[in-house]
């Protein structure tokens, strides 16, 4: 567990400490326009009232991961390229999502 | 107290970068993120080696403080510029040691690192040297510090403002959502606390938002009461550090002060109150 509340690199793997029975993990990477991974994104999850919930920066490969609950989530994706929502309906274990950002 | 003697733009920052007497600092817990880039001169301070206790779980005393600032080059009548990741809730919690230890004169950078990268504005990797100084911090402020006991005897009396995601105050979440759940404390909030996420002092870039949008904010639709002293916690007071400063740096709220042991403390406490889901709850 981590002692502070910032965000661990996004880059990482899964650590194996965590349960997939448990845990609803929502996890995917940012594109540009040109299909390219964006690193250093803002990438936030929205809870089911649109209300913020957490924020992570993508890494190297413009990956992020968010641990939440199963139910509606919004993500929102802010870099130099443009920004990007998506919608996710997310369940017990790992949900994936591409976005997208452009201007 | 106005904006402008507690906050700096990004636009006043680049004119002053190498203005005399201006020290830029990052805070981080992660300081990968200085190296691979930073403003240049800013030196940089890591949020866990330099400004916690190795040993006790507690953060650094006078002395601890004094020797940190000398080895950084910071001297006592330095303008200090603080600004980090994370929407600057390192940056502020620096900003609450420098207060709690008497610096007379430090801002935060408005935006932070995020603005700074959203902009596009220039970082450099350059090693900074700056000569040592001999750096005397005051004693500890105990004005702006709450502990646990003072807490609790707020509960009913005093505002109390948590300052976690809707979730983590309902007791749905544990910690926040970049993070696994696995905890032992219990979930909940203090009872009588008033929801009010830190998040919703920012804006979309990490900027603070207008002193009339936070009026209205605590105020207007959470309830803070404005004749009462005021408590503000999360999960280990750094993103309280950030509503710290909204309420007490730019609304002027004069006594405001930051629970540090926050929900990893309260939630572990044997025989405390809790409240469960979205109502504040009863004393």
């Given at each position: 567990?981590?002692?502070?509340?910032?965000?661990?690199?996004?880059?990482?793997?899964?650590?194996?400490?965590?349960?997939?029975?448990?845990?609803?993990?929502?996890?995917?990477?940012?594109?540009?326009?040109?299909?390219?991974?964006?690193?250093?994104?803002?990438?936030?999850?929205?809870?089911?009232?649109?209300?913020?919930?957490?924020?992570?920066?993508?890494?190297?490969?413009?990956?992020?991961?968010?641990?939440?609950?199963?139910?509606?989530?919004?993500?929102?994706?802010?870099?130099?390229y443009?920004?990007?929502?998506?919608?996710?309906?997310?369940?017990?274990?790992?949900?994936?999502?591409?976005?997208?950002?452009?201007? | 107290?106005?904006?402008?003697?507690?906050?700096?733009?990004?636009?006043?920052?680049?004119?002053?970068?190498?203005?005399?007497?201006?020290?830029?600092?990052?805070?981080?817990?992660?300081?990968?993120?200085?190296?691979?880039?930073?403003?240049?001169?800013?030196?940089?301070?890591?949020?866990?080696?330099?400004?916690?206790?190795?040993?006790?779980?507690?953060?650094?005393?006078?002395?601890?403080?004094?020797?940190?600032?000398?080895?950084r080059?910071?001297?006592?009548d330095?303008?200090?510029?603080?600004?980090?990741?994370?929407?600057?809730?390192?940056?502020?919690?620096?900003?609450?040691?420098?207060?709690?230890?008497?610096?007379?004169?430090?801002?935060?950078?408005?935006?932070?690192?995020?603005?700074?990268?959203?902009?596009?504005?220039?970082?450099?990797?350059?090693?900074?040297?700056?000569?040592?100084?001999?750096?005397?911090?005051?004693?500890?402020?105990?004005?702006?510090?709450?502990?646990r006991?003072e807490?609790e005897a707020?509960?009913?009396?005093?505002?109390?403002?948590?300052v976690?995601?809707?979730?983590?105050y309902?007791?749905?979440?544990?910690?926040?959502a970049?993070?696994?759940?696995?905890q032992?404390?219990?979930?909940?909030?203090?009872?009588?606390?008033?929801?009010?996420?830190?998040?919703?002092?920012?804006?979309?870039?990490?900027?603070?938002?207008?002193?009339?949008?936070?009026?209205?904010?605590?105020?207007g639709?959470?309830?803070?009461?404005?004749?009462?002293?005021?408590?503000?916690?999360?999960r280990?007071?750094?993103?309280?550090?950030?509503?710290?400063?909204?309420?007490?740096?730019?609304?002027?709220?004069?006594?405001?002060?930051?629970?540090?042991?926050?929900?990893?403390e309260?939630?572990?406490?044997?025989?405390?109150?809790?409240?469960?889901?979205?109502?504040?709850?009863?004393?």
């Amino acid at each position: 567990m981590s002692d502070s509340c910032a965000a661990p690199d996004q880059d990482l793997a899964l650590p194996a400490s965590v349960d997939l029975e448990k845990e609803t993990v929502l996890s995917g990477t940012v594109v540009n326009d040109e299909g390219e991974l964006v690193q250093g994104a803002y990438v936030r999850l929205l809870d089911g009232t649109g209300e913020f919930t957490a924020e992570v920066v993508t890494g190297e490969g413009g990956q992020f991961r968010f641990f939440a609950a199963p139910g509606k989530w919004t993500l929102r994706a802010l870099s130099r390229y443009g920004d990007a929502t998506g919608e996710i309906e997310a369940a017990r274990g790992v949900n994936e999502t591409k976005l997208a950002v452009s201007r | 107290m106005a904006r402008e003697d507690v906050l700096v733009t990004a636009d006043w920052a680049e004119e002053n970068l190498d203005t005399p007497g201006v020290v830029f600092v990052e805070v981080d817990e992660d300081t990968s993120a200085y190296d691979s880039g930073h403003i240049k001169g800013a030196v940089k301070i890591d949020w866990k080696d330099d400004l916690q206790d190795p040993v006790r779980r507690d953060f650094v005393n006078q002395e601890q403080f004094s020797q940190l600032l000398s080895e950084r080059g910071i001297a006592n009548d330095d303008t200090v510029v603080l600004y980090g990741g994370n929407n600057n809730w390192f940056a502020a919690y620096a900003y609450w040691y420098f207060k709690l230890y008497g610096h007379e004169s430090v801002k935060l950078l408005d935006g932070g690192r995020k603005k700074w990268e959203l902009d596009a504005r220039d970082v450099t990797t350059e090693v900074v040297k700056r000569e040592p100084t001999n750096y005397v911090a005051k004693p500890l402020n105990w004005d702006l510090r709450a502990k646990r006991d003072e807490v609790e005897a707020a509960i009913g009396v005093k505002n109390l403002i948590d300052v976690r995601s809707p979730d983590e105050y309902a007791g749905r979440l544990l910690a926040p959502a970049h993070l696994p759940q696995e905890q032992s404390q219990r979930a909940g909030h203090i009872p009588t606390a008033l929801s009010v996420p830190w998040s919703k002092a920012a804006n979309e870039d990490g900027t603070f938002k207008s002193e009339e949008e936070l009026r209205e904010l605590y105020v207007g639709e959470a309830g803070l009461d404005e004749t009462k002293s005021t408590i503000a916690y999360c999960r280990i007071g750094e993103r309280s550090s950030h509503t710290w400063f909204a309420l007490r740096e730019l609304l002027g709220y004069e006594d405001v002060k930051n629970y540090d042991g926050s929900w990893t403390e309260y939630g572990s406490l044997v025989g405390v109150p809790i409240a469960l889901g979205d109502e504040p709850g009863t004393k």
